[in-house]
């Protein structure tokens, strides 16, 4: 089994019921167990400012499937969950899942980058993070904790 952690976000049609039906879906997939739930944050978008704030959160899990087993389970969620795969990056959407870490694999793919490439620079994934790994090194990066030391999470609240 390998402890994974994936980041979720959501801002459009009801964020907390986006969120909170993601987490069950995660929770029931096969060979994974949950193992724990960051709370809740409200943050600002990402990229383009003219959408709503958005949902976050960090899901634990532990799972015997492969990366690319669980990304296909991760995108099909998305799906279900009325996500829609448009040009525009960082736009608004139903639902957000991003692998974050996979163990302590390293892996560079056209559809997977392990670690996420840019997590480190990503207060809206980094402070749900911190709540359930702060310590967790980052590869070269340094820690959780480090990297979030160095961003301003002032619009970041608890949802």
């Not at 952690?5 to 969120?19: H, K, M, T, V, W």
């Not at 409200?42 to 799972?63: C, H, I, K, S």
């Not at 997977?112 to 702060?134: K, Q, S, T, W």
Request: charged share 20%; net charge negative.
């Amino acid at each position: 089994m390998t402890r994974v952690y994936i980041a979720l976000g959501s801002n459009l049609r009801d964020p907390l019921y986006q969120c909170q039906r993601a987490i069950a879906a995660l929770a029931a997939l096969p060979e994974t167990t949950l193992i724990n739930t960051s709370s809740l944050y409200r943050t600002p978008p990402y990229g383009p400012q003219d959408q709503p704030d958005f949902l976050n959160a960090v899901v634990v899990l532990e799972t015997a499937l492969s990366p690319l087993a669980l990304l296909d389970h991760t995108q099909r969620i998305e799906l279900e969950q009325g996500r829609e795969r448009k040009d525009e990056r960082w736009g608004p959407r139903t639902l957000d899942l991003d692998l974050l870490l996979f163990g302590e694999q390293f892996m560079t793919s056209e559809r997977l980058i392990l670690p996420h490439y840019d997590m480190h620079n990503r207060a809206f994934m980094l402070v749900p993070l911190a709540e359930v790994a702060g310590d967790l090194p980052l590869g070269d990066k340094g820690s959780v904790a480090s990297c979030l030391a160095s961003l301003d999470t002032s619009t970041i609240t608890l949802w």
